[in-house]
């Protein structure tokens, strides 16, 4: 019996649902004769890989309810290859085979990462115990280093100096880990010299925050999801604790917390999770009206390069506020004049005009509901000046937080569930246009890898409504101070000063509370880099018209997730997925149940190509089987966290 091997370096979430599409797919797609041998390459345990290992707080929580995330394929996913159900996040801790942490879980709970690691686990687990009969995995727990071509082959060579040779490769490693950007580089040198502290950009989870002083104030640069876990592991990962709830929620500190100066470009959080639905999971994703397929492949030949701000933007702008206004006119047309149907007319007809709010506010009798990008993306620009004195910040960022959980609550202001349902679809239909080609470098590394990865994060992908009542809880406790927005970092005379307008604040310790921004020229890791630097993959530095260097950006692949080299060309059995790939579907995060989660697709897609891409057949041996072991009852795996020790103390 001949064999097909398959190495796929990664162990994480999309290894997981690659190799399940692999076993789904491998009854009608092998050939009879013909046996496949999945090699799983990672230092970290299989289901969750490093980000979403066992081996972190247990107060660092998801921000998807439980309800919302799942790792298998439904009826609603449109895929070639046969589904297979699996329980959702929910699901899975409501039955027998899960721990006693994860059966606290109701739906809507916001579950700790160390129980999502449970599920990925288990998940993973199950695939393998249940794989087609003529499809093997076997887990190599170590780091893949070098990947080379040998005529119709190729060769992963792994840190302990084993070699595997492979007919299709796949990296899946997820974010992949970089040097300091140089801002960040600048910021470590001179916290050197001048003996401060400074932590760069990193996965939370990753870094060493012991060098940061009980009582001493903190710089944090960064108000998203970063800063949430931060606060959380200074405050109650340090003894601190919450008593009451809502309005009356009071942090207790322990003494032993530093006092965080927080700010970001906005100088306000991501907005908290949504309380509630529009849409039922059986209808599936939102509909896009604007910015679709059929609108985009109309503009030029369609297929030449689009202008992201006059060409796409403007769409994008336009497919969000019909979404707001549609709403609105459906569910409260008690605050509308005239109809939908006419405002939706008006506003096509003026999609690249800039008057879109001229135009609503005639069909609108509460200011409230206008649909105002600028406004939406910088809340408080109206409110704070570079004069506006600390104070004043202080309350307005106060203030708006707490707006903000008022009104994620509060299905009278239900347009924003319906652009939040609207944002998804936009994200996909960015991302295919990326992997075919119709965005140019510079409009992807800026426009959608850069503003507009940001704006969805800050309206779509922020923290659980108590993570907010916290970070109040904590302001009031004087634990966290404002600093407002557009919030710089510099060292002077020998001391960390952070800027916000004329606000001014120094202190020798500070943070970069983000993840890093992907820039494939900065890659540290030594298989990715050694292919970007002989140019098997594809990496350009990109500088803007005003000559602003924007970096390398993400990994380019082509519509099917296969490697783009250097020189434009594709490897046909190299493929690549996950967050470090521009486009990569299902890269924004786990699927949610009923959605057609584009992951889901792409991981079948790519699955059937793997099982058919014409190959040299190597012997088989039994050497290459690997022994599933049974489903049990998931528990934590103990593995070694590695810290990022780049702070300079």
């Known amino acids: 019996m001949s064999l097909r091997r398959i190495v796929v370096v990664g162990a994480g979430p999309r290894a997981l649902g690659l190799v399940e599409r692999l076993s789904a797919n491998a009854a009608q797609l092998l050939p009879p004769g013909e046996r496949a041998e999945v090699h799983v390459v990672d230092p970290h345990p299989p289901g969750g890989g490093r980000i979403w290992r066992a081996a972190q707080s247990p107060l660092l929580w998801m921000n998807s309810e439980a309800q919302d995330v799942t790792v298998f394929t439904d009826a609603s996913v449109t895929c070639e290859g046969p589904v297979v159900d699996g329980p959702s996040l929910a699901q899975w801790a409501a039955g027998d085979e899960a721990s006693e942490a994860a059966a606290q879980l109701g739906p809507r709970s ?10 990925l686990d288990w998940a993973w687990r199950r695939t393998v115990q249940t794989l087609h009969e003529r499809l093997t995995v076997r887990v190599h727990a170590d780091r893949a280093v070098a990947l080379e071509d040998h005529g119709t082959t190729q060769t992963v060579t792994l840190a302990g100096g084993a070699a595997l040779a492979a007919d299709v490769v796949v990296l899946a490693q997820g974010y992949l880990q970089q040097s300091p950007a140089p801002d960040e580089q600048r910021l470590l040198a001179q916290a050197e010299q001048n003996r401060l502290t400074y932590v760069p950009a990193g996965h939370t989870a990753d870094l060493d925050l012991a060098h940061l002083r009980p009582g001493e104030p903190v710089l944090v640069r960064g108000m998203g999801l970063a800063f949430v876990d931060l606060f959380v592991l200074l405050g ?34 991501y907005h ?7 849409r039922s999971p059986a209808d599936g994703p939102a509909p896009l009206r604007h910015l679709t397929r059929h609108r985009l492949a109309d503009i030029g030949d369609g297929v030449t390069a689009l202008d992201y701000r006059t060409q796409v933007w403007p769409l994008v702008v336009l497919e969000l506020a ?37 135009v609503a506010r005639r069909h609108l009798t509460d200011p409230e509901d206008l649909f105002d990008i600028d406004r939406i993306d910088r809340p408080l620009m109206a409110d704070i000046s570079p004069q506006t004195p600390c104070p004043e ?33 936009v994200y996909a239909t960015l991302a295919e246009l990326v992997v075919i080609g119709r965005l140019p470098d510079e409009d992807r590394v800026r426009h959608v890898e850069g503003h507009f990865h940001g704006l969805f994060s800050f309206l779509a992908s922020g923290p659980p409504p108590r993570r907010l009542a916290e970070l109040l809880a904590l302001h009031r406790a004087g634990v966290v101070r404002f600093l407002g927005p557009d919030v710089t970092l510099t060292v002077e005379d020998d001391t960390f000063v952070a800027r916000s307008g004329d606000r001014v604040v120094r202190a020798r310790a500070a943070v970069d509370a983000r993840l890093p921004r992907p820039d494939s020229s900065l890659v540290t ?26 970096g390398a950006g993400q990994l380019v692949a082509d519509a099917r997730a296969r490697a783009v080299r250097a020189d434009g ?74 810290k990022d020790h780049r702070h300079a103390s």
């Open 236 to 269: 109650q990962g340090r003894g601190g604790c919450y008593s009451g709830d809502g309005d009356r929620l009071t942090y207790h500190p322990s003494g032993r917390e530093p006092v965080l100066h927080v700010g970001s470009r906005r100088g306000v959080p």
């Open 272 to 278: 908290a999770k949504l309380g509630y639905e529009i």
């Open 110 to 119: 916001f579950a700790p990462r160390v129980v999502q690691s449970e599920y």
């Open 393 to 425: 910040v202080e309350r307005l960022v106060a203030e708006h937080i707490t707006r903000d959980l008022a009104r994620r609550a509060d299905p009278e202001r239900s347009t924003d569930r319906a652009v939040f349902d609207a944002l998804l679809g």
């Open 525 to 550: 890791d030594a298989l990715v880099a050694g292919l970007l630097s002989s140019g098997q993959l594809r990496s350009r530095p990109v500088t803007a018209a005003d000559g602003t260097n924007l």
């Open 569 to 642: 060309s594709v490897h046909p059995k190299r493929f690549l997925l996950g967050p470090a790939v521009s486009g990569s579907a299902g890269a924004g995060g786990f699927s949610r149940p009923g959605f057609n989660g584009p992951g889901f697709r792409q991981n079948d897609a790519v699955a059937r190509d793997l099982l058919t891409v014409p190959i040299t057949p190597a012997a088989a041996g039994p050497q290459h089987l690997y022994a599933a072991p049974p489903p049990r009852a998931a528990t934590h795996r103990h593995t070694t966290t590695e």
């Open 322 to 358: 019909v979404a707001h206004y549609r709403r609105l006119f459906e569910a409260h047309p008690e605050r509308t004049r005239g109809s939908f149907e006419t405002l939706e007319r008006d506003l096509a007809a003026d999609v690249t005009g800039g008057g879109l709010t001229a």
